[in-house]
């Protein structure tokens, strides 16, 4: 296993780099431009020396290998630097990455806003999984009883009912009309007191909501799917004749079979919780990576996209990586050495 | 590797939180201390107390305008930093950090109109203290003239040969020709001033690297920044040492962005938690609906930014090849357009348009009927062309008739084999695509045929010399966009129409003359304002040259746009501005 493990990572390191230089060069291409948002008063002069100012009037392979520098060497040495309050060799002259629209170090940036994307949209995933579990264990068990219509019923219309549909709906109801919840996301909020913990689960309920239902849906089809595959097998034949209780052989027998494809797509949805919840988030006002990611596309803040956009890449690759092991736990017959 | 011990050395930004940190709490202490001593006076001066929250649905990025030419970035900033002088709503220039406004009279600008001398007002102070003088002034001019800033704002200074302090409070600005408007640098909140002392060390390359500094500047401002989170919500605190003691009213201000305008406008409008939306771009009927809740007001201005018909006076036609919408020949257009060089066709397609119809169904508050293309600021608006206001069919029709124009088998008016079917072109924006249609509709019936075609924004404002969309090649009869122009003087902008301004292949279509109409009369205004400084005159040539422009109908005027708002019903004292920042009198908002 150990072995496996560190033969992927190594094979992850080219594979990361190829990925950064195709997302560089797609963003090269594109026909972005930093100074477009600019008013039309701006003249040409100017933004031609705004980029420059930029370092935009490198070229492509040298704006490369100072983003891989930055990001790979400078900016490590930034955090050991902060986190033990040392000083590793020449601090003040290590350039950052920094983002062309706020002019301060993209790093600081993605970390000013990792907790709330991780408490909202991560909560909102874990309740879905909670939520989805059960219904598709139930609903595979009692095929085509009532809970199942039900269950297939709402698993439809949180599935294919978008995210900015039913956020939308929520805000009018509960707060325009209701006023129970707020509809924007205090963000400056901390959480001190009983007070403040209250206001703080408040202005949570929409969007983890929101988002929950829309995870439940797809995660409680698979279970369900995954569940009715395995209920026909030949073992479950065998244990129910062993005389085994039917409680037993659905939650001990089933349920671990069935969880192996169920468990792969929860470990490759995880990297998504840190892309953020792009929609609802910008519709709760939610300040987390998925809206960081819109404004600097909007923006063209280049090396703001090509950071955020890297480290998604790097999750992804983590996670799958995660999904193999946690094959290997879950099924003994698979063997990586 | 060199390993220090903690307490030697502290990152920059540690530092900066530190002292910042500090600096707050001797703030509150301050505060406290205030109210304890003065006690009685507390009665008479209301001290800052209870939150603002403003919502604008753009974050901003960086709280130093200089960095950022956008508007949400100018708002927010306006609340710290000042300029000298200002625009209030009615576009009159008021002294904002100085006495008096420097003129030829009272002998703040020189006769040759080659200086202008700015007199700081007394007791201005930073807020952090320190005192407001000439050198700040100075430094924020050579900060943003640095090429390597990468200042956005540049225009502001241009043609300034140099800037002095003539004594501790006095600023001195040379410029290098004679300049009849000389208030661009240090007026409005384009170029507000910079604190020296806090800046010194990032002009040039190191602006980029200041963030500190960029995100927490010092100003003579009613607010400090206390939290910045970029793109997010900026928290401010009432400035300590503003030159009003009684001023702000609010303890702490709150500047929330991102989302949608919509939402913005409920979230003042019909659930009341924001006090104030700025840039509501929405349906008038959605607004109305959403102010019937009676929570807050919808508020406009307006400023000088004007929707337009351009209308092409040389020929479109794809047979030409290279010299499709080129302006051929001195004085005489060699290459006229086919029927839009006819007057009388142009003052028809002005008359049966009911402007009226456009602004209900596409802007509500936010638009007015105009027939300038210099609306404002209301001393330059002419009142020589208000024919426009009401729609004329039968007197469009009669002139069609006159002029020879005869309804062919298929209702288009056409004269020697040239029909009148007009290829009418703007960006992409349902606004825009609903003006059109109804344009349209309305020019069937003067028997003007009209098509229709949009183009990307992206590509139509683009400026690609490649592509042949843009609205500077002009290879349709008729298109539509709104123009303006920042400050309240109307020079340059009127100088878009000269002859020499016309977009062509030889200036790579950089004009600013889309129309390609040119008149030798009109030149020679342009440049007699040039060198004029007294402001009667000015205003009588602008309104001169805004009736030649529109009595020839080089450009049919459609819609006065202007910018709408929205504060909660609790708050006073919002004085919606198109000149300047929205937030330009902050200090004055109260809640009732």
């Keep these: ?337 | 590797m060199v390993f220090q011990s903690k307490n030697i050395d502290h990152s920059k930004q540690f530092r900066y939180n530190l002292i910042r940190g500090e600096l707050m709490r001797s703030y509150l202490s301050l505060l406290i201390a205030g109210l304890l001593t003065l006690g009685v006076s507390a009665s008479i001066h209301a001290k800052p107390q209870g939150q603002l929250n403003l919502l604008y649905w753009q974050g901003p990025s960086t709280m130093n305008p200089n960095l950022s030419g956008g508007t949400k970035e100018l708002e927010a900033s306006s609340v710290v930093l000042e300029p000298l002088a200002r625009y209030d709503e009615k576009g009159n220039m008021i002294p904002w950090l100085v006495d008096e406004i420097p003129t030829v009279d009272n002998g703040g600008v020189s006769k040759d109109l080659t200086s202008i001398t700015w007199k700081i007002k007394k007791g201005i102070k930073f807020s952090d203290g320190s005192e407001l003088t000439a050198e700040d002034a100075i430094f924020t001019y050579e900060y943003c003239t640095n090429p390597d800033t990468g200042c956005t704002q540049t225009n502001y200074y241009s043609d300034i040969q140099s800037v002095k302090a003539l004594d501790r409070y006095t600023i001195q600005v040379n410029f290098s020709v004679a300049k009849p408007f000389p208030y661009q640098a240090f007026v409005g909140y384009n170029s507000p001033i910079l604190q020296k002392a806090q800046f010194k060390d990032c002009a040039g390359a190191r602006a980029q690297e200041c963030n500190e500094e960029n995100f927490y500047p010092i100003g003579t401002g009613p607010f400090v920044v206390k939290d910045f989170k970029a793109n997010d919500v900026i928290v401010f605190e009432a400035n300590p040492n503003y030159r009003d003691s009684s001023k702000p009213a609010f303890q702490t201000l709150v500047f929330k962005g991102g989302g949608d305008a919509v939402s913005a406008a409920r979230a003042v409008l019909e659930t009341g938690e924001m006090d104030y939306a700025w840039n509501l771009q929405v349906e008038p009927e959605i607004l109305a609906n959403m102010e019937k809740a009676g929570k807050g007001k919808i508020v406009s201005s307006f400023g000088t930014a004007v929707e337009r018909l351009m209308v092409n006076f040389t020929n479109p036609d794809p047979a030409l090849g290279e010299n499709r919408s080129e302006f051929i020949g001195g004085n005489n257009n060699r290459n006229p357009h086919p029927f839009l060089a006819d007057y009388a066709v142009r003052r028809a397609l002005s008359l049966a348009i009911d402007r009226q119809v456009l602004v209900d169904a596409g802007y509500g508050q936010a638009g007015q009927i105009s027939c300038n293309v210099l609306p404002a600021p209301a001393i330059y608006a002419s009142s020589a062309n208000d024919e426009c206001k009401t729609p004329n069919v039968a007197e469009a029709n009669r002139i069609l008739d006159e002029a020879g124009w005869k309804k062919g088998s298929d209702g288009v008016r056409q004269k020697d084999g040239v029909r009148i079917s007009i290829l009418y072109q703007t960006s992409t924006n349902s606004v825009r695509q609903g003006t059109q249609a109804f344009i349209k509709e309305m020019w069937r019936q003067i028997g003007v045929e009209t098509e229709l075609r949009n183009i990307s924004a992206s590509v139509f404002f683009g400026g690609d010399v490649g592509s042949p969309d843009t609205y500077q090649k002009f290879y349709a009869d008729i298109e539509m966009y709104t123009n303006t122009f920042s400050g309240t003087d109307p020079e340059t902008y009127m100088s878009n129409w000269t002859c020499k301004e016309m977009a062509q292949k030889r200036n790579k279509w950089g004009g600013n003359n889309m129309p390609r109409w040119c008149s030798a009369e009109y030149d020679a205004l342009s440049a007699e304002m040039a060198k004029t400084a007294n402001l009667e005159d000015r205003i009588r040539l602008a309104k001169q040259m805004n009736d030649m422009l529109m009595q020839d109908y080089a450009m049919i005027p459609l819609i006065h746009r202007g910018d709408v708002s929205a504060h909660s019903s609790s708050i006073s004292g919002v004085r919606m501005n198109s000149w300047d920042s929205e937030l330009w009198n902050i200090a004055d908002w109260k809640r009732n």
């Excluded at chain 1, 991560?122 to 085509?144: M, N, T």
């Excluded at chain 1, 900015?164 to 400056?188: C, H, K, N, R």
């Excluded at chain 1, 929101?210 to 439940?216: F, G, R």
């Design chain 1, 1 to 337: 296993m150990i072995h496996f493990i560190i033969r992927r990572i190594l094979i992850a390191i080219p594979t990361l780099l190829a990925i950064s230089f195709i997302i560089f060069a797609i963003l090269d291409f594109a026909p972005n431009d930093p100074t477009g948002n600019l008013p039309m008063t701006v003249p040409p002069e100017v933004r031609e020396k705004i980029r420059q100012s930029l370092g935009l009037d490198q070229p492509m392979h040298i704006r490369f290998g100072m983003w891989l520098h930055q990001f790979f060497v400078n900016e490590p040495l930034n955090a050991l630097d902060k986190v033990f309050g040392i000083k590793i060799g020449d601090a003040e002259d290590r350039t950052r990455v920094i983002s062309w629209a706020t002019r301060s170090p993209v790093v600081d940036l993605i970390i000013e806003r990792t907790p709330q994307t991780l408490w909202v949209v991560g909560l909102s995933y874990l309740f879905g999984i909670l939520i989805a579990i059960p219904i598709g264990i139930i609903s595979a068990y009692k095929q085509y009883s009532m809970f199942d219509q039900i269950g297939t019923f709402v698993a439809m219309v949180g599935f294919s009912v978008p995210t900015f549909f039913t956020g939308m709906v929520a805000i009018i109801i509960f707060s325009v009309q209701l006023e129970w919840f707020p509809m924007i996301y205090d963000t400056t909020l901390v959480v001190d007191s009983w007070n403040h913990f209250v206001k703080q689960v408040k202005q949570m309920i929409m969007p983890v909501t929101v988002l929950a239902l829309y995870n439940a849906s797809q995660l409680s089809r698979f279970m369900r799917a995954s569940i009715l595959d395995n209920l026909n097998l030949d073992y479950v034949r065998t244990a129910r004749a062993k005389g085994r209780s039917e409680n037993v052989v659905l939650l001990i027998h089933v349920l671990r079979n069935s969880l192996i494809p169920v468990v792969t797509l929860i470990a490759l949805g995880i990297p998504t919780i840190f892309s953020g919840a792009i929609i609802t988030e910008q519709i709760f006002r939610v300040n987390g990576l998925g809206q960081l990611l819109v404004i600097a596309i909007e923006g063209a803040d280049i090396p703001l996209v090509q950071t955020l956009t890297f480290i998604f890449a790097v999750l992804i690759v983590a996670f799958n990586l995660v999904a193999d092991v946690v094959y290997g736990i879950l099924d003994p017959r698979i063997r990586y050495d």
